[in-house]
């Protein structure tokens, strides 16, 4: 491989990795694969450096190594064929070497961009190979928003099966996942950088090589990209939970990258749907994935998601409530109790968190809390006095316990 060519004419140990630091390959001489860690922290440079505008390649230090980062380009588009660069940014790949290239004289750089223009034609590669798997993806996408015969689903889906989970011996169960890259301003259209994007998170973790996301399936529609996931049939453990993705482990380990790739005017939002056993659930899962990526969405941070258990929830009624109407209403409940203990230092919001979070029991609370029961019945006293609600009173107690959580 033209890496080994790099550690056996040069003695440079060299890695590729994917935006989200997942290692694809290594030079032979490169010895032990890289931590995770260290690959996400060089993913992150390459993305914070190529959104800044840097020039490459890029330098970190790391432990007491300096790595120099070469942008991989793909081999049938020019830099300038984008017409921004929040459209390749979360999509390409990148070359690490274990070497300071700030002094390199321009032939050695000139042969290092050559290297990554033989790699970005393997990348090219994999990329045409991803075609049959995103048309099924799209196929099967459109018969399900059209409301076709669940027999026509399922038809498409025996055709995906064998190409997306081969060597399966029975029909498998399927998840839905969807994301959404978005932009401030609007400008760029999120819909192919997230199917990208998506492609590359759902991969396996622990696999390497270009090609280790052949059961992944993903189409893209306007700003939304949706995955089409196959599992193994057997999705119940035994306590009959399902198994299967989870939205926080899908993200675990590219947060930090795909924050840098995203700087402070993007936002990579996912949600994720329970398991479904036939073609029947396909329309519900997808419909449960958007709704999760939904929640997603009203939390804070460039990279979030939900998965289908956050939507039996009551916390999932929470963010779809208009801003101006939680601001009120949080004000009429709060604003009182949050003024007296500005002014007096009672403490009463925690008292009311910690009085509710113990279900109303008073010598729970007041054991919580390190009070006597009777300085517990003082300080509800005065929150039920400042509100003229009754803490007794089921009603009173949710008014307040969603208070608390939308302000």
Known sequence: MVLDLLGSDLDLRAWVLSPTGRLIAGSKVAGPALPAETCARLAAEHLAATRTGRRGPHRIQLHGTTYSLFPVRSSGRSPQAARDVRETVLSGWLLAVEADAGDWPGERLDLLQGVTQLIAVERDRRDAARTVRRRLAQEVLELVQTGAAPAEIAARLRVAAPVLLPGLGAAPHWQVVVARVEWDGNEVEGGPVAQSLLEEVLVDPL????????????????????????????TTEHDGSETGLLADALLQSVREPLSAGL?????????????????????????????????AAARTGRVCAAGHQELAS??????????????????????????????HRAELIPTLEAFLDCDGSWTRCAIRLHLHVNTLRY?????????????????????????????
């Open 379 to 407: 300080r509800v006293g005065r929150i039920e006095q400042l509100t003229g609600r009754d803490l007794s009173r089921l009603e009173d107690k949710l008014d307040f316990f969603l208070a608390l959580r939308m302000s």
């Open 263 to 295: 700087n402070d005017d993007g936002r990579l939002t996912l949600g994720v749907s329970a398991a479904v056993h036939s073609a029947e659930g396909l329309r519900g899962a997808l419909e449960e994935a958007r709704h999760a990526r939904r929640v």
């Open 207 to 234: 696999a390497t090589g270009p090609e280790p996301s052949d059961r992944i399936a993903v189409a893209h529609t306007g700003d939304e990209a949706i995955a089409l996931v196959p599992l193994p049939a057997v």
């Open 314 to 343: 009551h916390v999932l009624l929470l963010p779809f409530v208009p801003d101006d109407v939680r601001r009120a209403f949080t004000a009429r409940l709060l604003d009182p109790l949050t003024e007296y203990d500005r002014r």
